[in-house]
């Protein structure tokens, strides 16, 4: 029910636009997230990287990310996104969306419905 995209290999400073796409019907009663696993911490071990509210008007960030990424959304075509910019090669990840009805949360296990995960590489 998510398909997220938008990752790539980018060097230390570029920028990437990630994009989640949802098939669910009333996507603007969902919360949306990113979260992310760097490489070789396992899967259940993923980062709060950002999070908006089903409006729009809520968002919260890791502090990693704070200043550098912008997450948004576009509801009447059921995607958000993630916009990062300045990245750094610590960032290198399998990026994932995710949402959830009702409130926004930074707790991966409080989302039930998550994206394939796409790659972003950031070299030095």
């Known amino acids: 029910q998510l398909q997220a995209c938008g990752g790539g290999l980018v060097q230390a400073g570029g920028s990437l636009r990630l994009s989640c796409t949802s098939s669910v019907r009333t996507f603007s009663s969902y919360a949306g997230a990113w979260f992310r696993q760097p490489p070789g911490k396992e899967r259940e071990f993923v980062e709060f990287?950002?999070?908006?509210?089903?409006?729009?008007?809520?968002?919260s960030y890791a502090s990693h990310a704070k200043g550098r990424f912008t997450i948004s959304r576009i509801n009447d075509r059921n995607t958000f996104h993630l916009q990062m910019n300045s990245l750094k090669p610590e960032d290198t990840a399998v990026y994932y969306c995710?949402?959830?009805?009702?409130?926004?949360?930074?707790?991966?296990?409080?989302?039930?419905?998550w994206g394939q995960g796409t790659l972003v590489t950031v070299s030095s």
């Open positions: 990287v950002a999070a908006i509210g089903s409006s729009g008007g809520e968002t």
């Open positions: 995710a949402v959830r009805v009702g409130w926004y949360s930074i707790y991966s296990t409080e989302y039930d419905t």
